[in-house]
């Protein structure tokens, strides 16, 4: 019998016969970050139902207590959030570990950086790797001073100002984290903060500022998109509910599509359209997702989505398109494994400097099971020749990278010999129940030494 063991490091995923059965895909990561911190920065008690528990939003959650925010989870789940009012943040005692998560390091230095404190941020050898330069920059605009390490990377001391300006940002990376951190920072400055964005980065946190009573006016002027929000704002409490992740569906969409015969539900899955695009492309690819029970939930749009096994063909993935799944990539390069044809994704650059360099990484792993890939600095190419192609019989890295780590078991569902990932404890930041989930649905995923 296959025993699942959910936090050993080394797990290995083989054929599986089946996978069929309603899916219960965790609360969106984007989401529950973003709604501990407005429900901090809001005055009175905020109730969010469906908050993801997993290490990156507890990192944040652990980091909003220690600005001064009161949270606490009730026995049915509901977390109750007791805000301290924009600007009313206090100074950390201590330094402000954000774990591997980018959006709760960058969203919180702005949240910060125009009240009067000093916080210093790192995180682990993942985060502390990669770029926050595109945070500092904007946000020292606002009048704060932050001092990164190399002048680029964590760990950041984020010196607030008691004199904060309103800023006008034109985004230079196409970055929903950058926008947010500036969002944030211009609530507590007085006069209007712009930013101004050439492609549509998800919008949850102007989704959320509106519902919190912020006034927030988006415009599209030219091709492009300009968000202005009024300074000094005062939020007022609201009951938040948090749809399924889109992103952690995307792994079980993506088993239910290899594996024959699977016929996979779920319910509340997040449909922003600024978060649509893998589903557009393995539509393209040739999957029919059938999606019912369209409506809205706290000012996001969800939607029940059934799933089952299709042949797929390779396809071009548009530049355009990249920032609505940019963390789609890694289980979309599996599933090109698994298609007939070359899958191009084009306009990925920014996926080096994710959790890992997830071009690199899936490109590795993917040669290391069979499957060709050609790759240059933007741009993946995954040459697929089949699901039965692909022969695996290897250890994968996940380079510290949950997405990686969840790929590759995912590709093992119907590579020829099972692959094995090297370590799965980064699957815990975004999806802690994903092997015991996985397993319930027909999934063969456990210890290599069972
Ligand atoms: C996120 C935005 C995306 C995404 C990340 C979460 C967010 O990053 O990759 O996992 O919650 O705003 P960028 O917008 O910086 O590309």
């Keep these: 019998m296959v025993k699942p063991i959910e936090f050993q490091q080394i797990l290995q995923s083989q054929k599986a016969s089946q996978f069929c059965g309603l899916a219960h895909i965790p609360g969106d990561k984007s989401i529950s970050h973003r709604a501990l911190i407005l429900g901090s920065l809001a005055v009175g008690e905020t109730k969010i139902q469906g908050?993801?528990?997993?290490?990156?939003?507890?990192?944040?959650?652990?980091?909003?207590?220690?600005?001064?925010?009161?949270?606490?989870?009730?026995?049915?789940?509901?977390?109750?959030?007791?805000?301290?009012?924009?600007?009313?943040?206090?100074?950390?005692?201590?330094?402000?570990?954000?774990?591997?998560?980018?959006?709760?390091?960058r969203?919180?230095?702005?949240?910060?950086?125009?009240?009067?404190?000093?916080?210093?941020?790192?995180?682990?050898?993942?985060?502390?790797?990669?770029?926050?330069?595109?945070?500092?920059?904007?946000?020292?605009?606002?009048?704060?001073?932050?001092?990164?390490?190399?002048?680029?990377?964590?760990?950041?001391?984020?010196?607030?100002?008691?004199?904060?300006?309103?800023?006008?940002?034109r985004m230079k990376t196409q970055s929903a984290q950058v926008k947010s951190a500036i969002l944030l920072a211009g609530l507590n400055a007085p006069g209007q903060t712009q930013v101004i964005e050439s492609a549509e980065t998800?919008?949850?946190?102007?989704?959320?500022?509106?519902?919190?009573?912020?006034?927030?006016?988006?415009?599209?002027?030219?091709?492009?998109?300009?968000?202005?929000?009024?300074?000094?704002?005062?939020?007022?409490?609201?009951?938040?509910?948090?749809?399924?992740?889109?992103?952690?569906?995307?792994?079980?969409?993506?088993?239910?599509?290899?594996?024959?015969?699977?016929?996979?539900?779920?319910?509340?899955?997040?449909?922003?359209?600024?978060?649509?695009?893998?589903?557009?492309?393995?539509?393209?690819?040739?999957a029919s997702v059938n999606i019912t029970e369209r409506h809205v939930v706290a000012g996001e749009p969800v939607a029940n989505l059934q799933i089952t096994y299709a042949p797929l063909k390779g396809v071009v993935v548009p530049a355009e398109r990249a920032v609505t799944m940019i963390d789609e990539y890694p289980i979309l390069a599996a599933l090109a494994a698994c298609a007939q044809g070359d899958t191009v994704m084009q306009g990925i650059g920014e996926l080096r400097y994710k959790e890992s360099d997830r071009i690199q990484a899936m490109a590795a792993g993917l040669n290391q099971c069979g499957v060709k890939t050609t790759e240059s600095e933007d741009q993946l190419i995954v040459h697929g020749r089949g699901a039965n192609s692909v022969s695996g019989g290897a250890t994968c890295q996940s380079f510290m990278d949950h997405r990686i780590a969840m790929s590759f078991l995912c590709l093992g569902l119907i590579s020829k010999r099972p692959i094995a990932v090297d370590d799965v404890t980064p699957i815990q930041t975004s999806f802690p129940s994903f092997v015991s989930m996985m397993n319930g649905l027909g999934a063969q995923i456990y210890s290599p030494s069972e």
């Design 202 to 286: 998800r919008d949850h946190t102007e989704r959320m500022l509106k519902s919190f009573g912020a006034d927030i006016a988006v415009e599209k002027q030219g091709g492009e998109q300009i968000i202005t929000l009024d300074g000094y704002a005062e939020l007022s409490p609201q009951s938040v509910t948090i749809p399924g992740d889109p992103s952690s569906a995307a792994f079980v969409i993506a088993a239910a599509l290899i594996v024959k015969d699977s016929n996979i539900r779920m319910t509340e899955i997040g449909m922003n359209p600024t978060r649509c695009g893998f589903l557009t492309t393995v539509q393209d690819m040739g």
């Design 51 to 105: 908050l993801l528990e997993s290490e990156d939003v507890l990192q944040t959650l652990r980091a909003l207590r220690m600005f001064g925010a009161d949270i606490a989870r009730h026995e049915d789940g509901t977390w109750r959030v007791y805000g301290v009012g924009t600007g009313g943040f206090r100074e950390p005692s201590d330094v402000i570990d954000c774990g591997n998560s980018g959006t709760g390091a």
């Design 107 to 169: 969203l919180l230095m702005g949240a910060m950086s125009t009240t009067p404190i000093t916080a210093v941020f790192t995180g682990d050898a993942s985060l502390r790797s990669r770029p926050m330069r595109r945070v500092t920059e904007p946000l020292s605009e606002f009048g704060a001073q932050l001092k990164a390490r190399g002048n680029e990377r964590l760990p950041v001391t984020v010196m607030g100002t008691d004199q904060p300006l309103p800023i006008v940002h």
